[in-house]
Nanobody, 126 residues
Framework: VQLQASGGGLVQPGGSLRLSCATS????????IGWFRQAPGKEREGVSC????????EYADSVKGRFSISRDNAKKTVYLQMNSLKPEDTAVYYC????????????????????RGQGTLVTVSS
């Protein structure tokens, strides 16, 4: 099982980035897929999650209206579109997957994700 996050980088406040999570080794259709982030000295924070059953989504209050998650099962890839970025969005972003727990569980408790990939650093600074 592999999840490879990409698309991070340095962006100015107000800018946009799109993160991608390329998966392999499992059938993405059967998994809830999400993103969580961790800033230096802070706890992991669930950012967004999308269910496999009905594509319903969860978002952290801090990113609602600015971030959007989507999945392309044919490409085995999940995306996180991040707009209106703020300095407080600076963190390492990880994508993760879980077959047995829905987003309502793993989004608020990112440690419950069954699989996690290596992260991609997002830095929002002028």
């Amino acid at each position: 099982v592999q999840l490879q996050a990409s698309g991070g980088g340095l962006v100015q406040p107000g800018g946009s980035l799109r993160l991608s999570c390329a998966t392999s080794g499992f059938t993405i259709n059967y998994y809830a897929i999400g993103w969580f982030r961790q800033a230096p000295g802070k706890e992991r924070e669930g950012v967004s999650c999308i269910n496999n059953s009905d594509d319903s989504t969860e978002y952290a209050d801090s990113v609602k209206g600015r971030f959007s998650i989507s999945r392309d099962n044919a490409k085995k890839t999940v995306y996180l579109q991040m707009n209106s970025l703020k300095p407080e969005d600076t963190a390492v972003y990880y994508c993760a997957a879980d077959r047995f727990n829905p987003c309502t569980v793993v989004h608020s408790n990112p440690r419950y994700y069954e699989y996690r990939g290596q992260g991609t650093l997002v830095t929002v600074s002028s």
